[in-house]
């Protein structure tokens, strides 16, 4: 993968950096929060290992510009905060994961592994086209409509909703959701699948209509069929 590597301590970035390249990333580095804008915005990367704190404006501030221009890039947040708050406004802000610091190399590399291995999500049906009422997906192109209207989704939150569309009407707990999306769920509280839910309804949802992603009190989230 092309990874960028948002990081303002230089030993940090020396560590992480050789231990990407050397699991075979090609991995660019910066140290401050404008310059992390300028490399995605001029390059496409895969991902982006981006610290919370960092000169300038922070991590949160970069994340936030980053899914409002609709950057296809999946964001894996380094913290030292070790508080559930600040992990929260992480995954709403738009970030894929999170992974809070001192961290072994061994786990980031896991974790880097893992959004590379969910990010080709949809490669292992490349022209599979998948509808539920009025929202269509193709998983090819990784591009969501619903009616005419294009849906901007984060990787995650179109892994997350092909989970829904692949089986339109089933129930689906938080624990199976973790299995299927993260693959190690005891790492994942529930909060973090409430999270992803609440901002695939805030995208797909309209005025007035029931929600496409319905609770099932005491079970679980299933899909319904939006006009």
Known sequence: MDILLVEDEPQITSQVSRALVRAGHAVDTVGDGTAAMEQVTAKRFDLMLLDVNLPGF????????????????????????SEIGDRVAGLKAGADDYLTKPFALEELLARVEVLGRRGTVGAEVPDAVLHVGSICMDAGKRRVTRGEEKIELSPREFEVLMVFMREPGRTFTRDEICERIWAREHEYDTRTVEIFIMRLRKKLDRPGTESVIGTVRGVGYVMQSPR
């Open 58 to 81: 922070d991590g949160f501030e970069v994340l936030r510009r980053v899914r409002l221009a609709g950057l296809p890039i999946r964001v894996l947040m380094l913290t030292a905060r």
